[in-house]
């Protein structure tokens, strides 16, 4: 069965900082992979995702990821955070044959001002 | 229309009521899923339907009964809750065979 990592559990920064969170699958044939934000009190948003191609993927608000295979690796980073980053960052993947989505337990992302 | 419509965004029932959760896609996704989160935790896959069809259920207690009435509609009935249910209830919907899913904004349920 699949299953989805993600290393940090909280991360705190300030305003400016680069970030990149940790995510690592197991699953050994091809899959899918997602990162999706969750706002306070909002729902899940899509901020990018990988099928096949070029492996650095680039998605909205400055965001981008990384999907290294030998690693069975997708990390997400940013160059410079802003205080409207404060968030919970999500980790999934699906193979191509299935169709459910898998998510890691998501990491706390707080930025101070 | 790019969007998954859930209604109503707010519900609090009672143990004994029977109550259910509507889920509305129009983008001719042919999967749809119902999925639980709680607070500070990740979604948790409940339902899969594919081409209207159950294809997935994890192994989810009896009181949530799912329905795919057509391919563009999916209902979620409850009945007999527990408050242990209150959670956040995402819909989404995608291709059949690959991603590209769609989020609705979720229906948040409590239990009393």
């Known amino acids: 069965a699949q299953s989805v990592s993600q290393h940090n559990h909280h991360v705190i920064l300030s305003e400016a900082a680069s970030l990149e969170l940790g995510c690592n699958y197991s699953y050994g044939g091809t899959v899918n992979l997602f990162w999706y934000v969750q706002y306070p009190g909002q729902h899940l948003q899509l901020l990018l995702k990988y099928f096949s191609g070029d492996p650095l993927v680039k998605g909205i608000k400055g965001f981008e990821a990384e999907f290294i295979k030998s690693k069975f690796s997708f990390n997400l980073r940013k160059p410079s955070v802003q205080w409207s980053d404060t968030a919970e960052y999500f980790c999934a993947v699906n193979d191509q044959a299935g169709t459910a989505l898998i998510f890691g337990k998501g990491t706390t992302l707080s930025v101070s001002s | ?112």
């Open chain 2, 1 to 112: 229309d790019t969007e998954v419509t859930q209604t109503p965004k707010h519900l609090v029932m009672g143990m004994t009521n029977k109550k259910s959760l509507k889920c509305e896609q129009h983008m001719g996704h042919r999967a749809m899923y119902w999925y639980k989160q709680k607070a500070k935790k990740p979604p948790e896959l409940m339902f899969v339907y594919s081409y209207e069809k159950l294809s997935i259920n994890e192994s989810v207690p009896s009181r949530f009964s799912p329905e795919c009435p057509n391919s563009s509609l999916l209902n979620l009935h409850l009945h007999a809750l527990q408050p242990e249910d209150s959670a956040l209830y995402l819909c989404a919907s995608s291709l059949a065979d690959r991603g590209g899913y769609t989020f609705g904004s979720g229906t948040r349920l409590t239990v009393v």
